[in-house]
Nanobody, 116 residues
């Protein structure tokens, strides 16, 4: 059974930092590209950051220079370090695993709220 479990969300003031974690089980972690997506109220889900199985990274323009995605293959975990947070970063952050052979899986998300 595949599970992606996010943690680390919370309420933070603008300018603050949070570190999100997504622990994966039931997949071959090293075969998977791992992504963090954000679902803001009234908006479509958007890709925030991606790290491939070869550790290449990609970021949404709105978070470049502030967020860093990383992975620990020994722990089957992907992280999202979020610095200089802004109120517009508020949303549910959801982890996605995509096997390079095709199947993809979603976590349930963790809420991030940034107050102004």
């Amino acid at each position: 059974q595949v599970q992606l479990v996010e943690s680390g969300g919370g309420l933070v003031e603008a300018g603050g930092s949070l570190r999100l974690s997504c622990a994966a089980s039931g997949i071959i972690f090293t075969r998977n590209n791992m992504g963090w997506y954000r679902q803001a109220p009234g908006k479509q889900r958007e890709l925030v950051a991606l790290i491939t199985h070869l550790r290449s990274t990609n970021y949404a323009e709105s978070v470049k220079g502030r967020f860093t995605i990383s992975r620990d293959n020994a722990k089957n975990t992907v992280y999202l370090q979020m610095n200089s947070l802004k109120p517009e970063d508020t949303g549910i952050y959801v982890c996605k695993a995509t096997d390079y052979a095709g199947p993809s899986y979603w976590g349930r998300g963790t809420q991030v709220t940034v107050s102004s």
